[in-house]
């Protein structure tokens, strides 16, 4: 199996899915995206017996972020908010975009639109080999906001 990962301006945007779900605390019509989750499954001679890629997609706006939250500032933020309540350790940590689907009318037949942001990823392995999906505390690279997926 080969997973592929597409990026946007050298930043990866997250195709790997939570254990959990992707709990948003937002309106019910947001989502996060399955759109970036190419993979190709491969047999023993290298021809490809699935490949699942996602569309093409074009960049509609980009949006400064005035103060980014650096890897330690992220790190911190960690430290003082979960550290006196659980002990973890990570398997990796990653800066990714995370892409979250709004449909603009809230019908099938709306438009999609994938608003990705800067996120902090603190991976931990999966104990179960659920496949291509992970546990994660992800820290919002804009507004500080942590997300515990665990």
């Known amino acids: 199996r080969i997973d ?3 990026s ?13 779900g ?13 759109y970036f989750n190419p993979y190709a499954i491969l047999a023993e001679d290298g021809k490809p017996i ?3 890629v996602s ?26 908010e979960l550290a006196p309540e659980i002990d973890l350790k990570f398997s990796d940590v990653e800066l990714m975009y995370e892409p979250v689907i709004t449909k603009t009318n809230g019908t099938k037949q709306g438009t999609e639109v994938v608003k990705c942001t800067p996120k902090w990823y603190f991976m931990i392995d999966n104990p179960d080999d659920y496949g291509y999906a992970m546990y994660y505390i992800s820290v919002d690279c804009a507004t500080g906001k942590i997300t515990v997926n665990i």
Request: hydrophobic share 35%; with cysteine; glycine share 2%.
């Open 4 to 6: 592929l990962q597409k």
């Open 8 to 20: 946007f301006e050298g930043i990866p945007i997250r195709n790997m899915i939570s254990t959990k």
């Open 22 to 34: 992707d709990k948003l605390e937002s309106r019910k019509d947001e989502v996060v995206s399955q």
């Open 50 to 52: 699935v490949l699942s």
């Open 55 to 80: 569309d093409s997609y074009k960049v509609l706006s980009k949006e400064p972020i005035d103060k980014v939250i650096s890897f330690k500032s992220a790190c911190d933020l960690l430290e003082k």
